[in-house]
C-alpha cells in the first residue's frame, strides 16, 4: 500500500503482477483473487484511477511434460477475461516468452506458440505484452498443422497435446527464424498483383521496387496501382490486425513496404499532373492532415495524403506530434475544408478526443476525419462524435476510402444526406455499446 501510494503520487501508473504472501499465482482462480485483491487496496486506499492499473497474471512455460502446467496458458487466457470484465478499465500484461521456454533453440515453434498465444489473449482482453517485435508470426501463416498443434497445447485441448507438438516441432529443429522462411519465393510465380499483397502482408521490401514497376507498366494509369493491389493488399493488411491474427509491429512493417512501392510511383504520379496543367486547375477541397501529438507514426497519413493529392486535393501536412492548438490555428489560417486526424497508438485516441473537444469548444463545423491503426467505428461514435456535434466526425476505415468519403463531404449535393446517415448510423452503434456494457456491469 505504501509503495502504491509513492507511485500514485508520482503521478505514474503501475504494473501489478499476481504475487502476493504466498507466491506467484499459478492457476485461474489464484489470478483472479490476487488481482481483484489488489484492484480493491489500489483504488479504494490508493486512489489510483483503473485505467492506470496494468495486471500481470503471469504467463508460464507450458508444454513441460509436468501434467499440472497444461493448463497455464488457458488459465492466464480466462483469467484475463474475467479481470477484464470485473474490471473493465484496467490493462492486462505478461510475458509471452515465458510460454514457449520448453522448446527454446527451436525459433520456428515458439513463434507460432507466441501467435497463437497472443490471438486467443487479445480476444480475452489481453492489451500489452512483453514480446519480441521482431519475432511476430502471423496467424494466418502458420503451417496449419503447426498450428493447431500450438493451440492444441496452449488451449490445453487434448491429453497428448505436448507429445503430438514435440512430434511436430522435430520437423522445425534448427529450421530458419521467420524472416528467412519468408524468402520462399514459390510466392513469386504469382501474378503480379498477388505478388504485391503478399509482400505487403508479410512486409518483404526486396522486390517490392520491380513489382510495383511491372504493375505500373499494365495499368492506365499510376494511381490505379495504389488504389488497385496495393490498398487491396492493406486492406487484408487490415483485416488481419482487426481480427487479431496480425501484430502492430507487422502493420508497422507493411506500411513501410506501401511507403516504399508509393516512392516508386510518386514521380510518375507528378509527371503526369504536370502533364494535366500541374496547380493551374481548381483543387478539389483543402484538406489539413496530422499524427496527433503524442504519436511519431505517419506512414499511413502519408500514403492517404497522396492518394487525396492524386484526386486533386490540396494537403496541409502538419507531421507528427502535433499538439491541438497547432491543428486549430493552421486549420483557421489555411481556411481548410476537412481535418483529418491519424494516429497508431492507443494514447492517440484520448487525443483525438481532446482535439474534437475543442474545435466544438471554438466554433468549428468542418468534418473531422479519424483514420489510423487503434481507431475504429465503435470509438468514433462513442468517444469522438459526441464531443464534436457543431460538426462531424468520420471514421475512416483506410486510404482506399479516404476519397469517396471525403467527396461525399465536399459535395454540396450528397453532404447532408451522407452526415444524416453516418449519424444515423452512430447512434445504432453507441447504443449497441451501452447495451453490451450494461451487460458487463451485469456480470
Request: aromatic share 6%; net charge negative.
Amino acid at each position: 500500500l505504501a509503495q502504491g501510494k509513492l507511485i500514485r503520487n508520482y503521478g505514474a501508473a503501475v504494473v501489478v503482477m499476481a504475487f502476493d504472501e504466498t507466491g506467484q499465482a499459478d492457476t485461474y482462480d489464484r489470478k483472479v483473487e490476487i488481482c481483484s485483491r489488489a484492484y480493491k487496496i489500489l483504488t479504494e486506499q490508493a486512489g489510483f484511477p483503473p485505467e492506470d492499473i496494468i495486471f500481470d497474471p503471469n504467463v508460464f512455460a507450458v508444454a513441460t511434460g509436468i501434467e499440472e502446467h497444461n493448463n497455464y496458458g488457458v488459465d492466464f487466457i480466462e483469467a484475463t477475461r474475467t479481470i477484464r470484465e470485473r474490471m473493465p478499465l484496467v490493462h492486462i500484461s505478461g510475458g509471452v516468452s515465458n510460454l514457449s521456454f520448453s522448446f527454446r533453440g527451436n525459433e520456428p515453434v515458439r513463434e507460432a506458440m507466441h501467435a497463437v498465444f497472443l490471438y486467443h489473449a487479445i480476444q480475452a482482453g489481453m492489451d500489452m505484452g512483453i514480446v519480441n517485435a521482431g519475432q511476430l508470426a502471423i496467424y494466418e501463416n502458420i503451417d496449419p498443422e503447426l498450428r493447431e498443434a500450438c493451440e492444441d497445447v496452449v488451449l490445453n485441448r487434448r491429453a497428448d497435446g505436448t507429445e503430438r507438438l514435440l512430434e511436430v516441432a522435430e520437423k522445425y529443429r534448427g529450421g530458419p527464424g521467420k524472416e528467412a522462411r519468408g524468402q520462399d519465393l514459390a510466392w513469386r510465380e504469382r501474378s503480379v498483383e498477388e505478388r504485391l499483397s503478399h509482400a505487403l502482408v508479410n512486409g518483404i521490401t526486396e522486390f517490392i521496387d520491380a513489382d510495383t514497376e511491372e504493375a505500373r507498366l499494365q495499368a492506365a494509369r499510376p494511381l490505379h496501382v495504389i488504389e488497385g493491389p496495393l490498398m487491396a493488399g492493406m486492406n487484408v493488411v487490415g483485416d488481419l490486425f482487426g481480427s487479431g491474427k496480425m501484430f502492430l509491429p507487422q502493420v508497422v512493417k507493411s506500411a513501410r513496404v506501401m511507403k516504399q512501392a508509393v516512392a516508386v510511383l510518386l514521380p510518375y504520379m507528378e509527371e503526369e499532373k504536370r502533364l494535366n496543367g500541374g496547380d493551374q486547375r481548381k483543387t478539389a477541397g483543402k484538406i489539413l492532415m496530422a499524427t496527433v501529438k503524442g504519436d511519431v507514426h505517419d506512414i499511413g497519413k502519408n500514403i492517404v495524403g497522396v492518394v487525396l493529392a492524386c484526386n486533386n486535393y490540396e494537403i496541409v501536412d502538419l507531421g507528427v506530434m502535433v499538439p491541438a492548438t497547432k491543428i486549430l490555428e493552421t486549420a483557421i489560417a489555411e481556411q481548410v475544408d476537412i481535418i483529418g486526424l491519424s494516429g497508431l497508438i492507443t494514447p492517440s485516441l484520448d487525443e483525438m478526443v481532446h482535439v474534437a473537444a475543442e474545435m466544438e469548444r471554438q466554433g468549428f463545423n468542418v468534418p473531422l476525419l479519424i483514420g489510423g491503426a487503434t481507431t475504429s467505428r465503435v470509438h468514433t461514435a462513442v468517444k469522438i462524435h459526441p464531443r464534436y456535434e457543431r460538426g462531424q466526425a468520420v471514421y475512416v476505415t483506410d486510404a482506399s476510402r479516404a476519397v469517396g468519403v471525403v467527396s461525399a463531404l465536399l459535395s454540396p449535393d450528397a453532404k447532408d444526406g451522407y452526415v444524416e446517415t453516418i449519424r444515423g448510423e452512430y447512434a445504432k452503434v453507441a447504443a449497441a455499446h451501452a447495451r453490451s456494457e450494461a451487460d458487463k456491469k451485469r456480470l
